[in-house]
C-alpha cells in the first residue's frame, strides 16, 4: 500500500500552522497528493476542472462579491444607515428581528443564497444595526459596536441553520432519511422536513428574546442623546429623549410699555 499521498495531510497542517494562504495551501497539497499517487500532470489538472465543474453552483457567490464591493465602494454601506436615521421607531433589535424572519422564510423555501455574510450581512444588516443603535443611544463605544455587530452575524447564522431544514431537498434532510434507511426507517425528506418547523419556531422565540434584550442592554449603557444644538441647562431643548423648557430666569424679559419707562 502506497502511503506517500498522506503527506498532502501533513501539507495543510503545516500550512495552516505557518499561517499561510489556504487558497495556496490546499491546491498545493492537492497537487502534490496526486502526484505522490501515481497521476500525472494533466490528469491531475483534469482532476481539478472536473471537480470545479461539478461544483459550480459554489461559485456563485464569487460572481456576487465584485458587485457588492463596487455598491460599497459608492455608499451602499452609507445610504442603508440613512434609511434607518430616517426611521422613527427603528431599533436594533426590531430590525434584527425582522432579518431573522426573512432568512428563516428564504431559507425554508430553499433560497439560502438571496442572503448572507458577503451579500446582506456586511453591507447592508450591520450598517443598519449600527445606526439603529447610534440613533437612539448617541456614539457607541468599539465593544459596543462589534457587539452590535456579531449579533448581525448570529442572526443571519440562526435564521439560515434553522430554516434550511424546513426545506425538504436540502442536504441534511437527504443525510438523515439516508441514515435512518439503513436502520430500516423509510421516511419521505418532507416527513421529515416538517419536524424541523417547531425547532425553528423556537430557535426565533429564543433568539428574538436576546435581540430584544440586546436593546435593552444598549438603552442602559449607551449614553443619552442630546440634540445638536440644544443646551437644556441654559436654554431648553432635549434631555433624554423629553423637551424641557428653559429656566425662568434664561427666558427673555416681556417688553415694558411706554407708560412704564416713563415712570
Known amino acids: 500500500m502506497n502511503y506517500w499521498p498522506l503527506l498532502g495531510i501533513a501539507l495543510v497542517v503545516l500550512g495552516f500552522a505557518l499561517r499561510m494562504n489556504p487558497m495556496i495551501v490546499v491546491t498545493a497539497a492537492a497537487i502534490v497528493t496526486g502526484l505522490l499517487a501515481g497521476m500525472d500532470g494533466v490528469e491531475v489538472i483534469s482532476t481539478f476542472g472536473k471537480a470545479f465543474n461539478d461544483n459550480r453552483i459554489i461559485a456563485i457567490v464569487w460572481i456576487v462579491l465584485p458587485v ?3 455598491l460599497e465602494r459608492f455608499g451602499l454601506q452609507q445610504q442603508a444607515a440613512a434609511v434607518i436615521r430616517r426611521m422613527k421607531n427603528a431599533t436594533t433589535g426590531r430590525l434584527l428581528i425582522l432579518y431573522l424572519l426573512y432568512r428563516q422564510i428564504t431559507a ?15 453591507p447592508l444588516v450591520a450598517p443598519m444595526a449600527l445606526a439603529a443603535a447610534e440613533k437612539q443611544h448617541g456614539t457607541l463605544d468599539e465593544d459596543t459596536a462589534e457587539s452590535v455587530k456579531a449579533y448581525s452575524a448570529a442572526t ?3 435564521g439560515l441553520f434553522f ?7 436540502i442536504g ?13 426507517y423509510d421516511l419521505a425528506p418532507l416527513e421529515l422536513a416538517l419536524w424541523a418547523i417547531p425547532t425553528a419556531i423556537l430557535a ?6 436576546r435581540l430584544l434584550w440586546l436593546d435593552r442592554s444598549l438603552a442602559t449603557s449607551a449614553p443619552a442623546v442630546v440634540g445638536e444644538g440644544d443646551h437644556p441647562r441654559d436654554g431648553g431643548g432635549v434631555l ?6 428653559p429656566p425662568r430666569n434664561a427666558r427673555s424679559p416681556s417688553p415694558r410699555t411706554r407708560g412704564e419707562d416713563e415712570q
Open 68 to 70: 457588492i464591493g463596487l
Open 108 to 122: 425554508a423555501i430553499g433560497l439560502h443564497s438571496t442572503a448572507g455574510h458577503p451579500q446582506t450581512v456586511r
Open 156 to 158: 443571519d447564522n440562526v
Open 163 to 169: 430554516g434550511e431544514d424546513i426545506f425538504f431537498a
Open 172 to 184: 441534511s434532510i437527504v443525510l438523515i432519511q439516508a441514515t435512518l434507511a439503513t436502520y430500516g
Open 204 to 209: 426565533f422565540l429564543i433568539h428574538g428574546a
Open 240 to 245: 433624554d429623549g423629553r423637551r424641557t423648557p
